[in-house]
């Protein structure tokens, strides 16, 4: 069975710049995550999909953060503007069953 | 005080030593995953416990639920289990993953 696949696997960007993160859950797995982790620190649910609706954005900085998640598979994260803060690993993970989570390589973001 | 607590914070061991790594919680959860992770890497499930013992080669997970508290075992431990291993319980008040802070092994050769 083939595992959750992110891309790009790592990518530095100047701050003010916009990035994207992309994400392909474990097919048939109708809920995905995305996290954010800083170094040195555990990962932050940043926005859990149920399908293609929103189920917890409460973490999500709004104002620079966007998230979808078209046709309820694919989804994408998108950072605009670029802080240096947002510098950290970006994981991507999906799941059948409340609390089985796989989780995809993750994207390291370095913002200079 | 987190949730989820791991112990040790650090470990370095010799090759092929037994490790243990402990994690004990406080909220009431329905699964326990064991995670790795390998510096800048993403994160890899070993396990998701609910009750009793798991193994996958020379992993080795348990849990017990009364006394909230569940184990990692590496037997025969090699420099290439050197990593971050994570424990995440499931549920609580959000039914979220609550993750620990994580134990760093060092596996020296």
């Known amino acids: 069975e083939a595992g959750v696949a992110q891309s790009p696997r790592y990518k530095i960007i100047e701050k003010r710049q916009s990035v994207a993160f992309w994400c392909n859950p474990i097919?048939?797995?109708?809920?995905l995550y995305w996290y954010q982790q800083i170094l040195g620190q555990g990962p932050k649910l940043l926005i859990q999909?149920?399908?293609?609706?929103?189920?917890?954005d409460s973490q999500l900085p709004k104002d620079r953060f966007s998230a979808e998640r078209l046709k309820g598979v694919d989804s994408t994260l998108k950072i605009q503007p670029a802080k240096l803060e947002d510098s950290a690993v970006y994981l991507c993970?999906?799941?059948?069953?409340?609390?089985?989570?796989?989780f995809g390589p993750g994207t390291r973001l370095t913002v200079l | 005080k987190n949730e989820v607590e791991q112990s040790p914070q650090n470990l370095t061991a010799q090759e092929g030593e037994f490790i243990t790594i402990n994690c004990s919680y406080s909220?009431?959860?329905?699964?326990l995953h064991w995670l790795q992770q390998h510096p800048g890497g993403g994160i890899v499930s070993l396990f998701m416990?609910?009750?009793g013992k798991k193994k996958h080669g020379r992993l080795i997970a348990t849990i017990n639920i009364q006394e909230k508290h569940s184990s990692l075992h590496i037997t025969a431990s090699h420099p290439r289990d050197s990593a971050v291993y994570i424990c995440?319980?499931?549920?609580?008040?959000?039914?979220?993953?609550?993750f620990g802070t994580g134990t760093l092994l060092a596996v020296q050769p």
């Open positions: 999909f149920q399908n293609n609706g929103v189920v917890d």
């Open positions: 993970a999906s799941s059948l069953i409340p609390g089985g989570q796989f």
């Open positions: 909220v009431g959860i329905s699964a």
């Open positions: 995440a319980g499931y549920g609580g008040a959000t039914n979220k993953l609550i």
């Open positions: 416990l609910s009750s």
């Open positions: 097919s048939g797995h109708a809920t």
